[in-house]
């Protein structure tokens, strides 16, 4: 099947995922439509910080890919995929070589690309580019893709919103295309072609609490799943444990300022205790984030504690603030009003990633045919922690494992059944607001069955308040998010459990929540590496 009569794919989606996947889409001269709200350029993936991992080994360290692979698989607790970990942390290396080339500026001396450490890692792996390494990464890859656009191979629809799925006529549930909406004129578009999601995490479903942009409603993905595309673990949320308050979000304090020497503390009885360098000596304050989130939560429970934890960054040297962290700096004298290399940074834990989403296997396709997903929005590679340094890499590794699988099993002209006119009525903002304050008072740090039970019993109640359509997707989605935390009765990574505060093996399996007129929940098969 060749791109002209297989027509254009369609992706859902302008960030690092989406621009990964048009640009080796154009590659094999596969034409595309790059679908999004916002340009590139005020994607989500702008805001990354810390750096991209691959075990390029230029500190002399003798990293490898397995290690690479392995911290991967423990830092999530043994619950992603082995295969596509591998694909993940082999690609590294590559993709970390392709983004030099285009003319990404990463750190270096005597012309070798730097490496620092990250949580998780015993060894330096992870690439950067000061502490704005997402803004220069999507900076190149914005021009890469326009050498393609240019030629025709890239068709971009800016300011337009996924509003549903095509389907085809064939026996089997298999997609034909998308209907998306200009938001400028409220006009629909059909775009028939085969599917590529790279529309970000949750960030919509609670408001005000994450560290992503406030542009992500959530819309994209209760839709998705009110029509029958599956999605996993999405009971793991991953709370950033230095994080800080500002107008409509959190905002990162990255993991690079702890990789850099940064250190935790809490006054206990008066003094300061840097809880995580007692309690983990060998990691200490680059503990996975999941480790130093529930630590953090139980500290600022002890009655002896001020309630209070910082960051401490005054003992790192100028040369670091001037060629590392910068930015940082920066952001923190902007918002907070003090210098950290003086002060200590006030911080708490705050939404940062969600490891759960669409379905996917090692090749990014969902159970919808002709349907992939990639980024933050997909199930992929992290299970139930993301190792620092992972999400940019599983993005662009995620899109480009799309794209190429994809370029392999092109559709042909696909005609999409009529699609039933849908409700175009926006969700009531009050609506919003108040299934987040459900979700949020179940899904914390901590969590427990009766409060899980009430959570699910007033979602329940809200679905029986509305008639649009718009907010039964989201309460769907929110119910099955619920239920996924409900089913998994153990702790394991960004789960944990007052009531269940043990792993069990029995449990490492992957949740699986799918709609079919109601929510329905299963486990998958449990998987084969063990640790």
Known sequence: MNATQAGFVNIIGAGLAGLSAAIHLARLEIPCRLISVQPSERAQSVLAEGGINGALDTMGEKDTVEAHCEDTLRAGCYLADPAAVRGLAEHAPEIIRFLDGIGVPFNRKDGTIQLRNFGGQKKKRTAYARSSTGKVLMSALIDECRKYESRGLVARLSHHAFSALLFSGVEE???????????????????????????????GFFPGMTTGTTANSGDAAAQAFAQGVRFGN?????????????????????????????????????????????????????????????????????????????????????????????DLRAEVKHYLGLDPAKAPIPVEPGIHYFMGGIDVDEFHRTNVGNLYAAGECCCQYHGANRLGGNSMLGALYGGQAAAEHLAGHLPGMLAPLPAPQADNDCAD?????????????????????????????????????????????????????????????????????????????????QTVAHFDGQVKMAYRASLETTP
């Open 234 to 326: 999405l009971e793991m949320i991953q709370y950033h444990p230095t994080t800080i308050g500002i107008s409509g979000k959190r905002c990162l304090i990255s993991e690079a300022a702890r990789g850099e020497g940064g250190r935790l503390y809490t006054l206990r009885n008066g003094k300061p205790w840097y809880f995580m360098e007692e309690k983990y000596p060998e990691l200490g304050n680059l503990m996975p984030r999941d480790v130093i989130s529930r630590e953090m939560y139980f500290v600022l429970r002890d009655p002896d504690c001020g309630g209070q934890v910082f960051l401490d960054l005054r003992e790192l040297s100028g040369e670091i603030w001037k060629q590392r962290l910068p």
């Open 173 to 203: 549930l298999a997609c034909a295309g998308v209907r998306v909406e200009d938001v400028y004129t409220g006009k629909s578009i059909d775009c028939t072609g085969a599917v590529i999601f790279c529309f970000g995490g949750l960030n």
């Open 429 to 509: 903002p009050k609506m919003i607001l108040q299934i987040s304050e459900i979700l949020l008072s179940a899904l914390g740090i901590a969590r427990d069955g009766n409060t899980l039970q009430s959570a699910q019993e007033q979602l329940e109640d809200l679905l029986g308040c509305t008639r649009n359509e718009r907010e039964h997707s989201r309460i769907y989605l929110a119910l099955a998010i619920i239920r996924s935390a409900a089913f998994r009765e153990e702790s394991r990574g960004a789960h944990f459990r007052v009531d269940f505060p043990e792993t069990n093996e029995e449990y490492r399996r």
